[in-house]
T-cell receptor, first 116, second 112 residues
Framework: SAVISQKPSRDICQRGTSLTIQCQVD?????MFWYRQQPGQSLTLIAT?????????ESGFVIDKFPISRPNLTFSTLTVSNMSPEDSSIYLC?????????????FGSGTRLTVV | QKEVEQDPGPLSVPEGAIVSLNCTYS??????FMWYRQYSRKGPELLMY????GNKEDGRFTAQVDKSSKYISLFIRDSQPSDSATYLC????????????FGKGITLSVRP
């Protein structure tokens, strides 16, 4: 299975600022996924990032607020821009993996963001 | 109606109990069903993966899918304190490289 290194693991940020979250995968992957996990809520997909093309955003998420970079097949960043307290959440990156001929997804350890 | 509904928690059981966790869904196009375990301050970890209807067993864990009822379950036998975590069901339409739709998760506590 792929191993994902995600950083920072946590941060406390002032409203109006931006934070960039990084994910590094130990193998080449076609697609990387960015999720948000709000307190008491399920994980929600923000966007899908393909190397060499624009990210695809889910309904309710826009590029100006969550710009994504995917410069190569092992790395991606998600920026949370112009933050407000409502952006306080856990942000996770994920990639598809195969295990015992089945297909699943592995996740980074998450970035716990608090906006004050 | 949410696409995926998961039994609310939290759930507390004594060590050795059999635990049953359940999810229902509304989208009949879902074909791939997963259970994830998430420990505090960690990312979700894939626990079980099932394609279409049927049962799958892995050690103390059994996953069941009933597509006709749009219902999936995870059973944990001989539960251990180390099983204390949040369990999330997830499903997807096409499997590889497609969007996961998650349930809210249920927090399980196994008392020694």
């Amino acid at each position: 299975s792929a191993v994902i290194s995600q950083k920072p693991s946590r941060d406390i940020c002032q409203r109006g600022t931006s934070l960039t979250i990084q994910c590094q995968v130990d193998s080449q992957v076609t697609m990387m996924f960015w999720y948000r996990q709000q307190p008491g809520q399920s994980l929600t997909l923000i966007a899908t990032a393909n190397q060499g093309s624009e990210a695809t955003y889910e309904s309710g998420f826009v590029i100006d607020k969550f710009p994504i970079s995917r410069p190569n097949l092992t790395f991606s960043t998600l920026t949370v821009s112009n933050m407000s307290p409502e952006d306080s959440s856990i942000y996770l990156c994920s990639v598809g993996v195969s295990r015992d001929s089945n297909y699943g997804y592995t996740f980074g350890s998450g970035t716990r963001l608090t906006v004050v | 109606q949410k696409e995926v509904e998961q039994d609310p928690g939290p759930l507390s059981v004594p060590e050795g109990a059999i635990v049953s966790l359940n999810c229902t869904y509304s989208n009949s196009a879902f074909q791939y069903f997963m259970w994830y375990r998430q420990y505090s301050r960690k990312g979700p970890e894939l626990l079980m993966y099932t394609y279409s209807s049927g049962n799958k067993e892995d050690g103390r864990f059994t996953a069941q899918v009933d597509k006709s009822s749009k219902y999936i379950s995870l059973f944990i036998r001989d539960s251990q304190p180390s099983d204390s975590a949040t369990y999330l069901c997830a499903m997807t339409i096409t499997g590889a490289n497609s969007k996961l739709t998650f349930g809210k998760g249920i927090t399980l506590s196994v008392r020694p």
